[in-house]
């Protein structure tokens, strides 16, 4: 009795199902086989899919409206239980970056000149923001 193709075909992948090739866990190497490259054979990997970076926000300002400008003013920048501070440069500038977007609170104080102090809210977003800060 001759069998067709089709009925060894059948045969020989229920054998293999039987022995356990053909379904093993990874799909490169069936269950009970390795594979070993020869030479010239290029094997890879597939790239896994880059994880997002969290969404940050930056914020730069600058204390206006005095006709003096006033160095070493701390500012500090709430956000829930976090809180983030610079302190402004000779010219009156500061920046923070690696905040989260969204609500924040910005408090700043300068115990020289003075001694002014103040807050107001701002609402952070996805990259770079500006601020102007009033002063006397």
């Known amino acids: 009795m001759r069998l067709s193709d089709r009925a060894i075909l ?9 022995i356990g090739i053909g379904c093993g866990d990874s799909p490169t190497e069936p269950r009970g086989m390795t594979i070993t490259p020869g030479p010239g054979d290029v094997y ?66 300068s115990p020289a000149f003075g001694g002014f102090d103040g807050s107001l809210p701002v609402v952070l977003h996805q990259g770079m923001n500006d601020i102007d800060i009033p002063t006397l």
């Open 10 to 18: 059948l045969f020989t992948l229920a054998a293999m199902t039987l």
């Open 44 to 109: 890879t990997r597939p790239t896994p899919t880059p994880t997002p970076a969290p969404a940050s926000a930056s914020l730069e300002g600058h204390f206006v409206g005095s006709p003096v400008i006033i160095p070493g003013i701390t500012v500090v920048v709430r956000e829930g239980s976090i809180s983030r501070s610079a302190v402004t440069d000779a010219n009156g500038f500061f920046r923070m970056d690696g905040l989260m977007p969204g609500a924040a609170n910005v408090t700043y104080s």
